[in-house]
DNA sequence: ACGAATTGCGCC
DNA sequence: AGGGCGCAATTCGT
């Protein structure tokens, strides 16, 4: 059963209930078996109740962010929902539903991206459900969520590939009831630990100005360039000072300066390192993120295009190696460290089926399997060769070995070809589950029309060639990293669901739960005595996304799990 | 003076 | 002539 929630007015919720399996029935609404309004002071206890039940209901509303915080807070959590905002998105772009209702009507409200003022700020608000929540002013704006619903369910019955299409809407949802979840935990983080090591490497906090290693070091500089007002912090400044003390620098990035020979050179791009760590990750992080041990960075799903995650605030994605020491797991407590082992390589096997890479990747690391194929010498080749072809290298060392790549694995290089050509007539190109890429803009259209034009120019031509590889790359690189964002989605969908099961009615935090994600890579904090069920749960979540996405094609999706103290143990 | 763009670097 | 991001400091542009 679906419960649908929606807010017709301040103050009262509406639950609507839906039987999925009557929705083909109706021509505008799908039938309401029932609906009831539920004050909002009552919405918490309502929803444990429906929870509680023997068939657990998937909750139906505009958008996760605005309802489940609040749930959350009250100790409420549910297993499963469809987040309309973030399912509209996928079913409007997606090729398989190009000729749907859904996808030619005019653009409407659900197309309108969330006004950032909107979006919930869960640290902002105290009151359960607040009157100036978002979901108030959204509701406002938007066609009902039930009328919404009915569109969506007949876009994916009108589908190229129903199957695809609700297992990729499921994944996404859950993503969202992920998103909130891990925010509401946090990571556990040391803030004493990380001003231990900000103090060791640079220097106590100083009350102003630079702290005394990155002083030193600005002296040094200002030494060896004799430029003695010289601002290390200003790429323009060094750049003129290096040329001037007879250093050929082109720019001031670490990797060009690492080129050049000169006492400068060394102190220089320490500079940058420790300046870096203090900009980034410093004190003042350390004060605008880190609250009662935990870091609680906003995570965006579907943020990024290809169905990636993105985070506002606090760099959560970036997490630098360095500062990884500091994220550590309560006492009696275990961090379980899970990544995929060469995600993106492995999910190309698996779309292309090219069955000489799969048995390269079989049961072991699948560059070493492609040094042992013979195509290439050793496992560093094999690496830059593999994200050369899923990036669209076409230069250096990556694009020489290419075609010895393009020999041993012709299907997997013919995929990312094909997307990449798709790319640059200005097609789509579609993920594995369906998620699809945008279309290039207006000023892409113009240049390419420009370049075909009667009176075009050689630079017109220039221009647009230029422009349709750049898309090509873009194309190219999307099949593979949205389809590999996909699995991941199932993966920690599935993990979420195993760990739940585990310890059968407990509080969020109380037991083993999710509390990092980066791409491919996840954090389990854990009471000590789960955390071998849980690197198994970790393991065979990671099987069961494959098939899920693969079914039987025999790509292996390996994963390593470690069960450490700290994050820095992990690799 | 202030917002936008650029530079540079962190992660996958 | 390498895909996707976020963030801070500096510089540019008006």
């Known amino acids: 059963m679906h419960i649908l929630l929606e807010r017709p007015d301040r103050g009262v919720v509406r639950a609507t209930w839906l039987d999925p399996s009557r929705f083909a029935e109706a021509d505008a609404e799908p039938p309401a078996e029932r609906s009831a309004d539920i004050d909002l002071d009552d919405l918490p206890a309502f929803v444990e109740a429906q929870e509680a039940g023997d068939e657990r209901p998937r909750w139906v509303w505009d958008d996760t962010s605005a309802w489940y915080p609040a749930f959350l807070a009250a100790g409420v959590r549910v297993e499963r929902c469809v987040d309309l905002r973030l399912c509209h998105v996928i079913l409007r772009n997606s090729t398989l539903t190009a000729r749907t209702r859904l996808a030619t009507a005019e653009p409407g409200p659900w197309d309108v991206a969330l006004q950032p003022e909107l979006e919930q700020s869960p640290t902002a608000h105290t009151a359960l459900f607040d ?6 002013a959204l509701a406002a704006g ?16 009108a589908s190229a590939d129903p199957g695809r299409l609700r297992l990729l809407l499921a994944a996404e949802s859950a993503g969202a ?13 040391r803030a004493d630990r990380h001003d231990e090591l900000l103090t060791e490497l ?14 030193a070091l600005t002296r040094e500089l200002r030494e060896h360039l004799d430029a003695p007002d010289l601002n290390p912090d200003s790429p323009p400044e060094v750049l003129k000072a290096l040329q001037r003390a007879g250093v050929m620098a082109v720019s001031t990035r670490s990797w060009e300066l690492r080129k050049l020979e000169h006492p400068v050179i060394e102190p220089l791009l320490r500079y940058k390192k420790l300046s870096r760590l203090l900009t980034a990750n410093g004190w003042a992080w350390l004060d605008a993120w880190i609250r009662d041990g935990r870091f609680r960075p906003d995570y965006i799903p579907g943020g990024v295009v290809t169905g990636r995650w993105a985070t506002r605030g606090g760099g959560a994605l970036q997490l630098p190696k360095q500062v990884r020491s500091a994220v550590v797991a309560d006492p009696g407590w275990k961090l379980v460290v899970a990544d995929a082992a060469q995600l993106e390589p492995r999910i190309l096997t698996a779309l292309s089926g090219d069955e000489a890479m799969a048995a390269a990747g079989r049961g072991k ?21 593999m994200l050369g072809a899923m990036y669209g290298a076409t230069t250096g060392e990556s694009g020489r070995l290419m075609p010895r790549l393009t020999r041993a694995f012709p299907a997997a290089i013919r995929l990312v070809e094909d997307a990449a050509r798709a790319g640059e007539r200005g097609e789509k190109v579609t993920s594995r589950l369906g998620r699809s890429s945008p279309l290039p803009g207006p000023a892409w259209d113009a240049a390419q029309a420009a370049a075909s034009g009667p009176d075009s120019t050689e630079a017109d031509e220039r221009r647009a060639r230029s422009q349709a590889r750049d898309w090509g790359r873009f194309t190219r690189n999307f099949v593979v990293q949205a389809s590999a964002a996909e699995w991941a989605l199932c993966w920690m969908a599935e993990l979420r669901n195993r760990l739940t099961a585990l310890v059968p009615g407990a509080v969020l935090t109380d037991a083993p739960h999710l509390v990092y994600f980066l791409h491919d890579e996840v954090i389990v904090h854990t009471p000590e005595q789960y955390a ?37 143990d992990a690799k």
């Open 131 to 136: 009157l100036e929540q978002p979901a108030d």
């Open 142 to 157: 938007r066609p009902s969520a039930r009328t919404e619903l009915l569109a969506q369910e007949e876009a994916i019955a």
């Open 177 to 189: 009831l992920i998103a909130a979840e891990l925010q509401h935990a946090g990571l556990p983080y």
């Open 202 to 215: 640079l220097g106590p906090r100083p009350a102003y100005g630079r702290p005394a290693v990155l002083e």
């Open 365 to 385: 690391d699948l560059y070493e399997g492609i040094v042992a194929s013979g195509a290439v010498d050793e496992r560093a080749h094999a690496k830059v060769a």
């Open 532 to 568: 071998e069920e849980v690197v198994a749960a970790v393991h065979a979540a990671a099987g069961k996304a494959g098939r899920l996405l693969f079914g039987g094609f025999p790509v292996e999706f390996p994963v390593t799990a470690a069960v450490v103290d700290s994050y820095a």
